[in-house]
């Protein structure tokens, strides 16, 4: 007969463990046998938010080859189709965006490599600051948590300067052809979003000095978790940047924000999801606000996503164009792309907590 002073190994505390001190989330789990995350990975807060399963097909899907069509009536109704996306949604499905599916499929592969390489392979990169220019780490910036998330990344800035890992083989090179590409599809959609307000088309890029703005490659990856139920892959957040562009390997867990509900965002294959960030907010002066997100996770599958984050000049001060200010008044201070982002990076992520920050109580 069992003591009475016997713990099961379903009623032991779980133990307390700093992200700061684990290399790689993923060697970590794998290397666990036990059934209880770390006890400092207990991200969730609300075991019983609402997700509007039934919102799930309402999600706005913008096809980029309308938009870009010389017939001016096709053109004219995507451009609307758009801005009302941007307004009521900050988020759509972008198709026909012109990126084969070849690269695209590489490029996850290349991803899932990389993530499957030894940690001591991948200590080179370990993250030094949020302007290094390649970062690999575990949570978002344990320094400043509380709590962790249940996830490892790697994050390298694209552009204007090329960076990126020498390895697994191979990568460097399709990650380089797929952010040129995707940069060509970002100035697409500002194109149509600065005509979508009543703007030049060039208006946002060139307010933004998109030409030499930021790019940040952000591959994800979120192993299986024992307990998913207690933990989180990303918390509920906004993202930095005009727009950004993720694709996922089928897993799912991707959750967007829409009237106070959860939505589970599941991308077609070949398609993109395209989040729109806190630069963009600004400079639209709230009339197309950033998303909150967020990356939930499962029990039984690695989740890997690839995002591509396009932002402005980093010395770039950020407001809205001169035109959208003529009847209204600004929303946020106006600060520089760097400032912004540095202070994002080392704050504790929740919704929108950098751009409050900036906000103007007018």
Known sequence: MASAATISP?????????????PSIKAFAESSVASLIPSTFH??????????????????????????????????????????ACEEWSFFILINHGIPEKMMEEV???????????????EEF?????????????????????????RDYLKVFT???????????????????????????AWKLLEGISESLGLESNSLIESTGFESGIQICAVN????????????????HSDIGLMNFLMENGIGGLQIKHDGKWVNVNPPPNSLAVILG?????????????????????????????????????EKEIGP????????????????????????QKSRLSDKYALDVIGLNT
């Open 278 to 314: 806190d630069q963009l907010e600004i400079v639209t002066n709230g009339k197309y606000p950033s998303v909150i997100h967020r990356a939930i996770l499962n029990n039984t599958n690695n989740r890997v996503s690839v995002v591509l984050a396009n932002g402005p000049a980093l």
């Open 221 to 236: 990856m979120y192993p299986a978790c024992p307990q998913p139920h207690l933990s989180l892959g990303m918390p509920s």
């Open 159 to 185: 552009h204007p300067e090329f960076n990126f890992p020498h390895k697994p083989p191979g990568y460097r090179e399709i990650v380089f052809d797929y952010g040129q590409k995707i940069r060509a599809v």
């Open 43 to 84: 991200s969730i807060i609300d075991p019983h938010d609402d997700v509007a399963k039934e919102l799930e097909a309402f999600i706005p899907v913008i096809d980029l080859s309308l938009l870009t069509s010389h017939d001016p009536e096709i053109h004219a109704k995507a451009v609307h189709q758009l801005g009302k």
């Open 321 to 344: 164009p001169r035109k959208l200010l003529e009847k209204e008044k600004p929303l946020f201070k106006s600060i520089t792309f760097k400032d912004y982002f540095q202070f994002q």
């Open 10 to 22: 379903s009623e032991a505390e779980p133990p307390k463990v700093h992200a700061s001190d684990i």
């Open 108 to 122: 996850m592969n290349k991803s899932i490599e990389f993530h499957d390489l030894p940690v001591e392979e991948k």
């Open 126 to 150: 370990r993250d030094k600051g949020p302007l290094a220019a390649i970062r690999h780490g575990t949570s978002f910036w344990p320094q400043s948590e509380k709590v962790h998330f249940w």
